[in-house]
């Protein structure tokens, strides 16, 4: 059933005698947008909408953000969803009024975080909902600036702001919208800054960050505090970090081989090898170098990017699960960033 099926039948009258839970399972299959626009419909589907358990019915939406494309139309980042079609589709951010004037900086899990350089302004946008808040201005110039959010725990955002480099550390501005302020702080990483990397993944809280040569830089955003794990082998460049099932995990693809490990004891830096699988038979030629973008949060799945598409790969079963590629007309895209998150009340509460 389409969307425009469910709102004729509503219309009609069908919603009232409708069984509750045939509802619920048509309303699991809906895109996420179309989920946030109907539960305006009625008290009762706002009601079955909002409930918990069709929530864990839903299924987790992919999303990319920051890819570039040679196309002379696309310069800035640019941010995207996978339709059902098998493409990854420009999601419209035309309700966003400052969008032309200013550039999104980073993202998380349905949040963009934008810059505007004059007058100096952050917006936070929540593209499911189509909110967007401005920020106080930070009281210091920004070196680098990211978004953390946490879709399954609080529908809670913190802005960093990193404002200066130490040679173990930084100074930061935290913006938190719980409070609505700014609060200045320092950080010790215990390494030294240099070693740190771009690659970064916020969850429950605490932002991970992997560092050179085999460390990942846990930063407790509520304590801000820092803990270093040790990686199981030195980190690939290549490498990234993230959450599945409530593990930590961390992953790599080198010579066609993916290999997953689990973080069972943070304290001991104790890491378990999941799994090592060839991805030779989706690649093809061994020109293309694939890389690993995500893990799914519930599943054994990872999101990997083979030039010019996306594809799921499952861990257990060794199979592809799904494919998306960029549209022909604009070209070829590059480095993509993804995040699977869920239609919980914290995402449609967060900027309401």
């Known amino acids: 059933m389409e969307a425009s099926d469910l709102i004729s039948c509503y219309e009609k009258g069908i919603e009232r005698s409708m069984n509750e839970d045939l509802l619920i399972e048509i309303l699991a299959r809906l895109p996420l947008k179309s989920l946030s626009r109907f539960k305006c419909v009625s008290k009762s589907w706002h009601r079955l909408i909002s409930d918990k358990y069709l929530q864990q019915k839903l299924p987790l939406i992919s999303t990319g953000v920051f890819f570039r494309s040679e196309s002379d139309q696309f310069k800035e980042p640019r941010y995207a969803y996978t339709a059902a079609d098998g493409v990854i ?3 419209q951010l035309d309700f966003f009024p400052f969008h032309e004037k200013s550039t999104i900086v980073d993202g998380c899990n349905g949040l963009l975080l934008y810059y505007r350089p004059a ?9 499911t909902t189509k909110k967007w808040v401005s920020l106080p201005r930070p009281q210091k110039i920004t070196q680098l600036s990211i978004l953390a959010f946490d879709p399954y725990s609080s529908p809670e955002f913190k802005v960093l702001c990193f404002t200066a480099w130490r040679a173990r550390g ?16 320092e950080i010790q990483f215990g390494i030294e800054t240099d070693a740190i990397s771009a690659t970064m993944h916020y969850f429950n809280k605490v932002l991970y960050i992997l560092a050179y040569p085999n460390r990942v830089v846990a930063v407790n955003l509520t304590k801000i505090t820092c803990n270093l794990i040790k990686l199981p082998e030195p980190m690939n460049r290549d490498g990234r970090v993230g959450h599945s099932q409530g593990h930590l995990h961390y ?12 973080l069972k004891d943070a304290k001991r830096s104790e890491w378990a090898l999941k799994h090592e699988t060839s991805v030779r038979q989706f690649i093809g030629t061994r020109e293309i170098k694939p890389n690993i973008l995500a893990f799914h949060p519930e599943k054994e799945l990872v999101y990997i990017w083979v030039p010019w598409k996306m594809v799921s790969y499952n861990l257990r079963e060794r199979r592809l699960e799904g494919m998306w590629k960029f549209d022909k007309e604009r070209g070829k895209a590059y480095l993509i960033q993804i995040w699977l998150f869920p239609c919980s009340s914290f995402l449609t509460k967060c900027l309401a």
């Open 89 to 91: 589709e420009d999601s």
């Open 119 to 127: 007058p100096v302004t952050f917006y936070v946008v929540n593209t």
């Open 170 to 185: 930084a100074e930061l501005e935290i913006y938190s919208s719980k409070t609505g302020s700014w609060d200045q702080h």
């Open 251 to 262: 992953a790599y693809i080198d010579e066609n081989k993916l290999k997953i490990w689990m």
